[in-house]
């Protein structure tokens, strides 16, 4: 019999916190944690601790906006599956990273970090952690927290923020969010499909009315050139889509092309080029 592995662990642990959300009386409750090890207001709630057949701990955590905590270690590792909300997480001496709910962040054996919510989002993942102790470390610092709302003063690099511009948008894109995208494409966008080419006011058409969902993009590999106020960055996706009312998934690369206008990225072209399965390689 195969072992699961601990995506599957994640994947079925999810679905039974969902279920448990249901029925109220079965969820243990989430306490509020003292203000010892993170700053702001953090509630926790456990679900299994481990034992002799099963080697970690399972425990949900939700931040306020703003909350986060200080920087630490797991001797023996932690998984976060993100269900809600959008959040930070760092590991030292790395840049700052957004995450969003569906996101599963891997925090290694013996590494630096820190997690939390936004400044102005709540934050909520599932936990599971190996049984060792965390071990608690210095306090996250207001620079380091504000960092990415320092973008215009060049704390953080161009590169970092396209990249997390990127990212932010196909959350944007999954979640049908046409105000912020039509912010965030410029006039002149062009935008190039499978099935043709067009404008920005056609592709918010389609996503507003789901001609094409955007429902997940994993991305694997990424990177950014910058020319002057040019940016072209390179996404390796597996892009989850719903496109005529049937659910799709395809492994693309993405080309993103960004200029800056009085100060502000804006999204100049959007390109899917679809990349061969390894069964379309055999044939």
Known sequence: MMKPTFHTILFFAALSMQALAQESPAVPKADKSP?????GDVWLRHLSHADDTFNYNMAVATFAP?????WHIH?????????EGVGYYQ???KPLQIVHKGDIIKCLPGVEHWHGAKPDSGFTYLAV???????WLDRVTDETYFSMQKNDTGDVSAEQQIINLSKEKWLWMSEKNVDTLAALFHEKSVFVHMGGSWGRERELDVIKSGGIHYKKADIHEVSVNIIDNTAILLNRITLLAVVGG?????P???????????????LGSLSFTKLLTPEERKH
């Open 35 to 39: 203000n010892v090890h993170h700053v």
């Open 66 to 70: 703003g909350a986060r905590l200080d």
């Open 75 to 83: 001797p023996g590792g932690q998984h976060l599956f993100i269900t």
């Open 91 to 93: 590991e030292r001496s």
């Open 129 to 135: 952690t190996a049984p060792q102790p965390t071990k």
């Open 246 to 250: 049937n659910e799709v998934t395809n």
């Open 252 to 266: 693309f690369m993405v080309t993103e092309v960004y200029v800056k206008e009085n100060g502000k990225w804006m």
